[in-house]
């Protein structure tokens, strides 16, 4: 999902750079091959295609690419003889693409110096703070966000917020935006996200319309912004946020920041702005304890109008322990199975289904397995975990292989050196055979990316988690 998203956001530079009949005439299908860290390769749908944007375009597909990714300095064209499989979804017909991206121009033209009305909401309007379940490490959080929906622009400004992967962060921005939203009609209230402001900033240097940007922003009475941690290595859009936040700050606006870490871990951003982020207050979201997950899977039964006996909740809560979001897939899992087959929910039943998905060990009545869990000494300790789980050999994950069986492992080693350990980026890049602090911090922004898509691969992530400890 990530290189498709990469590919569009660079074919939407490159439509703004390119007449539109060379446009359709010379891309016709693209897809991304491989991305590494200063690479693109291309697949394109005959060797036609790949000689004249050789010849004609080369300069500018990589100029776009690096509009994208800062680090890029290189890219390649080669020939899929497939590429007109409809099973592949990372292909762009460039045609299609360009009529959509036209109609999209059209509406951002309307509304280019403007906010959009508040009845056109863009985040979900089932989210609110009544319906976010409180444990006690998302106490503080929840508590701060209710202060600010009663009293925006004079209580806890900055309002700093960080957590681990899928712990509701989401749900509880989003109903702070929606509170604020219902009870201050009159006042501009914005939820965003890094990645959008990031596109937003680059269209803006394109138009050379940065400063009626600022002005947009100077409108805002509230602004929350989420995932900033994509904001990492982008110097210039880090440069214009410091502006927009000193003006929303010094003329008493609130503002509401979401990162994966505490400002003081927040080496990739400019020290000005990491001091900016601590004016105000932080606080973060724990893992739920057990009677929380109970109570969630409660919670999104009702919703559902699925009816989930005592014993399996209580059963699901034990063993599906990570966040927020696996006791939700899980619960989907059931509600799909009863369906698609008309099979109720049975403790054995669900037992047998959290095996399969390696959730437990066990069957319900079958001798308990004796799960032996490693004690985290050093780096050295990690990778061995990440080895066996994924069963291939360490060497294959220090050494610079671009297979994805052996890229995936490596940046989960990198990701649990950094969160479990706290290991710097020089220092993880110089176990990984002498990587730069640039090249590490790429694949942790990559691996926290597909954990945010990929269910499959944000469990067996958490699945090594519960397997170490410090």
């Not at 929380?292 to 014993?311: G, H």
Request: glycine fraction near 2%.
């Amino acid at each position: 999902m990530e290189n498709i998203y990469r590919l569009k956001s660079i074919l939407t530079a490159l439509t703004k750079e390119i007449k539109k009949q060379d446009f359709l005439v010379y891309f016709r299908k693209i897809s991304i091959l491989d991305m590494t860290d200063s690479k693109i390769i291309f697949w394109v749908e005959s060797s036609f295609m790949k000689n004249n944007l050789e010849a004609k375009f080369q300069g500018k597909l990589l100029q776009a690419s690096q509009w994208e990714i800062e680090n890029i300095t290189s890219i390649e064209l080669q020939v899929d003889d497939q590429i007109d499989n409809p099973s592949n979804t990372q292909v762009v017909d460039c045609s299609k693409f360009y009529n959509e991206a036209a109609k999209g121009a059209k509406k951002i033209a309307k509304n280019e110096t403007s906010w959009p009305q508040t009845k056109k909401r863009s985040v979900n309007e089932r989210y609110t703070l009544d319906k976010f379940i409180v444990w006690p490490d998302s106490q503080l959080a929840h508590s701060a966000c209710m202060a600010v929906t009663s009293n925006p622009w004079k209580s806890y400004n900055p309002l700093y917020i960080y957590w681990d992967v899928w712990l509701g962060k989401t749900h509880l921005l989003q109903a702070t935006w929606n509170r604020i939203l219902g009870k201050f009609k009159g006042k501009k209230v914005v939820y965003t996200t890094a990645d959008k402001f990031i596109t937003e900033y680059v269209s803006a240097v394109k138009k050379r319309s940065v400063e009626r940007l600022r002005e947009k922003y100077r409108e805002i009475d509230v602004l929350i912004i989420d995932d900033v941690q994509f904001l990492a290595r982008k110097e210039q859009t880090q440069n214009e946020l410091y502006n927009i936040f000193n003006l929303l700050y010094e003329t008493n606006k609130q503002i509401i920041i979401s990162w994966d870490r505490t400002p003081k871990e927040l080496s990739e951003l400019e020290p000005r702005l990491r001091s900016r982020f601590e004016w105000g207050i932080t606080v973060d979201i724990g893992r739920p304890d057990f009677e929380t997950r109970l109570a969630i899977i409660q919670e999104k039964s009702r919703e559902r109008e699925f009816l989930v006996p005592q014993d399996v909740a209580e059963f699901i809560a034990a063993n599906v322990t990570e966040n927020v979001r696996e006791l939700e897939w899980v619960l989907n899992q059931l509600i799909a199975e009863y369906e698609l087959t008309g099979n109720t929910p049975t403790l054995n039943r669900v037992a047998t289904k959290l095996k399969q998905l390696s959730y437990t060990s066990d069957l319900l009545g079958a001798p308990k397995q004796t799960i032996n869990r490693v004690q985290i000494k050093s780096y050295e300790d990690i990778i061995d975990a990440v080895s066996s789980h994924f069963g291939i050999e360490k060497e294959w994950i220090l050494w610079p292989n671009r297979k994805k069986e052996f890229m995936i492992p490596r940046q989960v080693s990198m990701y649990l050196l950094k969160t479990k350990m706290n290991y710097t980026y020089e220092r993880i890049g110089n176990i990984f055979d002498g990587r730069n602090h640039a090249a590490v911090l790429y694949s942790c922004n990559k691996l926290w990316k597909l954990l945010k898509s990929d269910q499959k691969l944000l469990h067996e992530v958490n699945v090594i988690k519960d397997w170490i400890w410090l």
